[in-house]
């Protein structure tokens, strides 16, 4: 994991107005291609999308009586996969974008675990940049994600043993992934890729070389992973389900308003007008 230090103020931000709640969304990306592209690639297999679930967000850890005014807090801001896959397949490098205040704020991993570990005393909002392998996606995605140091209930005691954990998930979904990418992932346990149509032969598939010649980190032996969220498609579908039902309520509620304002206006009319 890695470790950096600051001493330097950073400063108290509004919490996040967010919840506690994770926060769900699908986020699409199209890599545009060039001849150079077609010879390396392959071509596109049309109308096919290759899903990749992740995981962002932060754990925080209050100090207890190591606390000081300046560092009450010791934090980890991470990508990851939904399952704590090791998102290396997909991602070249992430870029967490710190508060100003700290020395060297871009930081750059080029390697799984996808974290950066600080201590401080503020909340302030982080961009979060994933930038892609070349087969992948030649446009990198900004995430933005509040650093929360606090629980919610802020009348209660804080705990050195419990975190506060807030955890954002999205589907990368790669549109008209090339036949070399999607042979390279296929088996990749951190993608969803679909049925090929039948008939269609893949090329073999062809490593990144930084990436195999990287020393791989077990992500699934986190020692974090206790405190991660369990996302699941499952889960996914229920909220969405309960979502709708809430969105459903909400609208028959106001047609039976709707419907008592107008029965209320007819009383009130005039003989003439009846």
């Known amino acids: 994991m890695p470790q950096s230090s600051s001493t330097k103020k950073h400063v108290q931000e509004p919490p996040d107005v ?50 000081s005014e300046f560092q009450s807090h010791k934090w980890t801001v991470y990508v990851r996969g939904a399952t704590n896959e090791d998102l290396s397949v997909v991602v ?29 005393w ?7 940049t994933l930038h892609f392998h070349t087969d992948v996606c030649d446009k990198p995605l900004h995430l933005y994600h509040h650093l929360k140091l606090y629980p919610e209930d802020e009348s209660g005691p804080l705990s050195t043993k419990k975190p506060v954990v807030v955890e954002s998930y999205d ?3 790669l549109a008209e992934p090339s036949e070399a ?28 070389e930084d990436v195999d010649r990287r020393k791989r980190s077990d992500s699934k032996d986190h020692p974090l992973s206790q405190w991660f969220t369990n996302f699941s498609e499952a889960d996914e579908l229920l909220k969405l389900t309960a979502a709708r039902q809430q969105v459903q309520g909400h609208i028959a509620r106001l047609r039976r308003q709707l419907s008592l304002i107008e029965g209320q206006h007819q009383q009130l009319k005039p003989a003439d007008d009846l």
């Open 18 to 67: 967010t919840g506690p709640n994770p926060k769900s969304q699908r986020t699409k990306m199209v890599k545009s291609s060039d001849d150079s592209d077609k010879k390396n690639t392959g071509k596109k297999l049309k109308e096919l999308e290759v899903g990749v679930p992740i995981v962002y967000g932060n754990i925080a850890f209050w100090l207890g009586k190591k606390a």
């Open 92 to 120: 070249k490098r992430v870029v967490f974008q710190l508060h100003s205040s700290f020395n060297n704020p871009t930081r750059v991993v080029d390697g799984p675990p996808f974290e950066l570990s600080e201590c401080g």
């Open 122 to 128: 503020g909340e302030f909002e982080i961009v979060i």
């Open 171 to 173: 589907e990368i979904v």
């Open 181 to 208: 990418f999607f042979a390279r992932v296929q088996n990749h346990p951190a993608v969803s890729v679909p049925r090929l149509p039948p008939g269609l032969n893949l090329p073999p598939p062809v490593p990144i």
